[in-house]
């Protein structure tokens, strides 16, 4: 342990150090300290408000192709992820994540394609560069159509 004074103020900082098992090092430090702290609004919230299926070509039949509108508030998003899980919402069958550029509203729409017919979970994640936000739905995709 060792003691030193500062000749800008009245206080003392103490400085220790400890060892640690897994071989690392702590430092741990009491006295006075200034730092400057920045508010970030990050994204708020996002919703899910339309879910729509797109009508395929019977040489485009293997996948359903189901366009999300989403909104969201706050901060605009840079980024969105989809999960898309088992009705649990515990197994993951895919992610895919895209940048995206919105400009003025909190107002997009994101295709995502259904290899089977199914019951599936759906994570939508917005993101920039200090916020992320969810939405999640359950969807039943049935050969071109959903709900």
């Not at 919703?47 to 797109?54: A, E, K, L, P, V």
Request: glycine share 8%; aromatic share 4%.
């Amino acid at each position: 342990t060792t003691g030193a004074s500062s000749n800008s103020d009245s206080s003392t900082t103490v400085e220790s150090m400890e060892d640690n098992p897994d071989g690392g090092c702590h430092i741990y430090r009491d006295g006075y300290y200034r730092t400057g702290i920045s508010i970030v609004e990050g994204i708020l919230e996002v919703n899910i408000i339309q879910m729509t299926s797109i009508q395929m070509t019977e040489s485009q039949a293997e996948n359903s192709l189901v366009d999300f509108v989403v909104t969201c508030q706050g901060s605009l998003p840079t980024d969105v992820c989809t999960v898309v899980s088992d009705p649990t919402c515990q197994v993951s069958k895919s992610v895919v994540c895209d940048p995206i550029t919105v400009t003025d509203e909190c107002l997009l729409t994101i295709r995502r394609a259904f290899e089977e017919p199914g019951t599936y979970c759906i994570n939508i994640t917005l993101g920039d560069d200090t916020s992320q936000a969810l939405a999640s739905a359950l969807i039943s995709v049935n050969g071109g159509e959903s709900t």
